[in-house]
């Protein structure tokens, strides 16, 4: 045996979400889970690569879906109508996180008390909605992330640890918004880190990124900055 | 045998100054060398540890001077002088710190083609100013550095990569300076990060911080998350 994978459904408000969990049956559980939030395309193998590569690390990953189950796998213009809407509606986004964050701590393989979130582009920014809620997580790692705050968080105090992994140049998180995202968290009372790569655009840690706007752009130097960081912060979260 | 230490002279337009260098003669040289540029007190007992840390790690470390060896252990007053007349003075203080990378290149125990450098406070805005002369050095760490631009620089090429360790409250270097920092790295060809520490302010690898005035306050986890950063950054410079 070894790394074990099982699509599960949670549900909220009529709709059916469908994330999947990887592990190692190797290992002694229950383990540390880390949700894994979801690009602008939704859950896809991009996701559940990294919930494996967690699995390799002793975690648990669970790939999250906040689109819905029949949504997966749809046309870009689709998914980014959906996540328009949930940037829109960032109380149904925050609904749908927390109920994948309580569903991952069900789970028979978790440490309950040992959850954490990572997550990629839109996934960056559901991360941090899942921290401003004030959550009781142990932390959260934004990859590339948008930082605009959602407006209905800024009286909570921020528990969980956070660390956003950005590329300075990244023309959909200026600068500016580093700065007042900075301002935002400090403001929380958030424990948070931000590494900041020079020269670097968004979506630095997917090869398959379309390159030719100059918004999306690999580059494997941040890319293996970026998962070494995650996996320090990880460790120090969850003290393995 | 173990760890050495050797005090070695260097001579500029009739200054002497005093480095320390630590290594470790139980591993094989030559290794890689790291320059430790000292904070606004001078080279001290904390530089001379951390370069022990340093040949603890394989490499040999030099606590470097720029002030002088006759000023070794000034009060605090005269020390403040002599940092205020090289930052007002950039030319000579790169100078100085190039005469002290190439000290340390000379050494018998150093690998010449294998040299960084690391500085705090005072000394995190020298080891910036080595990267910003072009020197062909493998990496510069800054902690808790000042980030003001040399203003003799502006047209260079930098080819050390950079690595700036920084508490995002540090009243000397605010988050315009940050941001005004990364469009400078930037504009000369960096390979730059910035690990920004919310709610941290300057001096925080300093336990003996007076943190009486809310400038120089220790902090311990940001003390332990910038050594792991630069001790991951050292090893991809030297592939260690």
Redesign the interface.
Known sequence: MGIQTRLIDYRDAGLVFEGNLAWDDTIDGPRPGVLVAHTIRGRSGFEENKARLLAEMGYAGFAIDVYGKHAIGSAFDDCRRMMDGLRSDRATLQRRLLLAVSTLRGQPEIDASRVAAIGYCFGGLSVLDIARTGEPIAGVVSFHGMFDAPGNTGSNRIQAR?LALHG??NPLAT??Q??AL?EE??GMG??????????VRHAFTNPAADASTGVTVYNS?ADR?SW??AK?FLA?LFDT
Do not use: N, S
């Open positions: 956070i300075w140049d600068p500016d580093v700065v900075g968290l400090t958030a424990d948070w880190q931000l590494h900041g790569y020079g020269g130097a900055r070494a960081a320090y120090e």
